[in-house]
């Protein structure tokens, strides 16, 4: 992304984002709570990773706030086009009953989706891990999911391949789901979708058309 289109972003989050973090804490924030609003604040010169993950610790801290827009779509799927529309889930984690802990830093973008606001989500519950579904579109988008066994990475992609437009599902190559090959583990926990946010222009316009809280 051009450093210009970034500084622009970064402007009109820091007015929408910067309010919300701080109307969390009232107007007489203790030592420890401001120490917690200078971590969360996005800085003028915070780059896109760095404001990503300020909003994902927030979203963490203050599960139940409704953000305007706290999904932002994958940085890789506009090294070649800004404009490839992308709808992107976030998660809750699910303790071993199936109950709610809260919002986690999960996300799974899919390029190219049909363009539908849903009412319930399709992706269904499964288990972060260490098996890879790798995923190449015609115009080189990526679709990557990650479980803790190969048969729910298999439901997972099945399930985001229905969410894609025809034309470009149709066309993805499909890698076998394996095990990753390296040492950095990820960390299994049970999630399901807690929102979805669709970007028609991708990142040239981290603003969503729409955002759905399932």
Not at 15 to 23: A, H, K, L, T
Not at 86 to 102: E, H, I, R
Not at 130 to 152: F, G, R
């Amino acid at each position: 992304m051009p450093a210009r289109d970034w500084a622009s972003i970064r402007q009109q989050m820091i007015s929408v984002f910067n309010p919300i973090v701080q109307g969390q804490f009232g107007a007489n924030p203790t030592s420890a709570q401001q120490a917690t609003i200078n971590e969360l604040l996005i800085k003028s010169n915070d780059s896109s990773l760095i404001a990503q993950s300020r909003i994902a610790l927030f979203n963490q801290l203050f599960p139940w706030v409704n953000l305007p827009y706290a999904l932002v779509p994958d940085a890789w799927q506009v090294r070649v086009e800004g404009n490839r529309p992308q709808l992107v889930f976030s998660f809750y984690s699910l303790d071993s009953n199936g109950n709610v802990l809260t919002l986690t830093d999960n996300e799974l973008t899919i390029a190219h989706p049909i363009p539908q606001k849903p009412t319930v989500s399709s992706i269904p519950v499964h288990t972060k891990g260490d098996y890879i579904s790798y995923n190449v579109y015609s115009d080189n988008s990526k679709l990557i999911i990650n479980c803790a066994t190969a048969d729910q990475a298999q439901q997972v992609r099945d399930a985001c391949i229905q969410l894609i437009q025809p034309s470009y599902a149709s066309t993805i190559i499909q890698s076998p789901i394996k095990p990753r090959q390296t040492t950095n583990n990820i960390t299994q926990v049970t999630v399901r979708p807690a929102r979805a946010a669709y970007f028609s222009q991708g990142q040239k316009n981290t603003k969503p058309d729409w955002v759905v809280q399932f």
